[in-house]
């Protein structure tokens, strides 16, 4: 018996998970904490607060939305065989298997992109995601610092597209479609997160690099930009592309957030952090 399968007989479900994800911790911090050691745009420190904190978020926005997920989704895919024509699944289970992955990551991705749009744009939901853009000096761990309620809302939007055609069950992408979208959204979210400078030249319009999402993050201007997670084309396609050759002046919200864990999970549910600065002027 391997010592994963010692665990997972002897502990309940919720330690093999976060015993799962301390793992992949590891591994992310293996991997990413050279990689801006060397190739980083800056080198900033962060207290212990904000690295407990964003320790703490890890492991809720890792765990949380899984379980509150559930049964929205079983209920999207009940909705999808009940309402969608036939032709619809059955043609796209008739797909060779590289067009299937590709349209899954495609759906995937066009939902995320506008659930994190509308996160910028519906004033209660900015509350939610201000805490994803409170972090000043990105580094990799910052892609986890999500409220859950944030989470759970650009995850519904990335799901449903496949929930609802039937491609997260079997018979058309099989149960791995919603995981290889989760693990290449995950994986790809550490990355642009991370204080890495690589640029991909003339591919970066097709590809997601950290330049990209920093601007994003930006202060003041351009953080209403680059709302796609892996895909820019799509902020080409609705005219939210940005991508200078710098890199941002300052990243970052202008209203103060708590620095502690308890504060930013409670932080949107008292008082409204205003919209985004370009947003306002936009309005005016
Ligand atoms: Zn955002
Ligand atoms: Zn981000």
């Known amino acids: 018996m391997s010592s994963l399968q010692w665990i997972q007989a002897h502990l309940p479900g919720l330690a093999v998970d976060v015993f799962r994800l301390s793992l ?5 911090t293996i991997l990413f904490l050279p990689l801006e050691r060397f190739f980083g745009e800056r080198h900033p420190g962060r207290s212990r607060r904000e690295l407990c904190s964003d320790l703490g978020f890890y492991f809720i926005s890792s765990l949380v939305p899984a379980m509150l997920l559930a049964a929205p989704m079983a209920l999207i895919a009940v909705a999808g065989q009940r309402w969608l024509p036939e032709a619809v699944p059955s043609t796209l289970s008739a797909l060779p298997l590289w067009s299937k992955v590709l349209l899954v990551l495609l759906l995937g991705e066009v939902g995320t992109y506008w659930g994190h749009r509308l996160s910028h744009e519906i004033p209660w939901l ?3 995601h201000a805490v994803h853009h409170s972090t000043a000096n990105l580094y ?3 892609n986890t610092r999500t409220h859950p309620v944030d989470m759970v809302v650009t995850r519904l939007f990335g799901m449903t597209p496949l929930y609802l055609l039937g491609m997260a069950g079997t018979g058309v992408a099989g149960s791995a479609a919603p995981v290889l979208l989760l693990l290449t959204g995950t994986v790809w979210g550490f990355f642009i997160h991370a204080n890495v400078r690589w640029r991909f030249g003339p591919l970066e319009w097709l590809v997601a690099t950290p330049a990209f999402h920093h601007w994003h993050h930006s202060k003041i201007e351009h953080i209403n930009r680059n709302y796609a997670a892996t ?3 799509l902020d080409l ?10 890199w941002p002046d ?3 919200i202008e209203q103060t957030m708590p620095a502690s864990l308890a504060g930013q999970l409670l932080a949107p549910w008292r008082s409204a952090t205003s919209a985004p600065r370009d947003m306002q002027e936009t309005a005016k």
Do not use: I, K, S
């Not at 992949?24 to 992310?28: E, R």
């Not at 939210?240 to 050759?245: D, Q």
């Open 231 to 233: 895909l820019p084309v």
């Open 24 to 28: 992949w911790l590891v591994a992310l």
């Open 250 to 252: 300052a990243c970052g």
């Open 126 to 128: 900015w509350r939610f």
């Open 237 to 246: 396609l609705f005219g939210t592309y940005h991508l200078p050759r710098e």
């Open 140 to 142: 990799f761990l910052a």
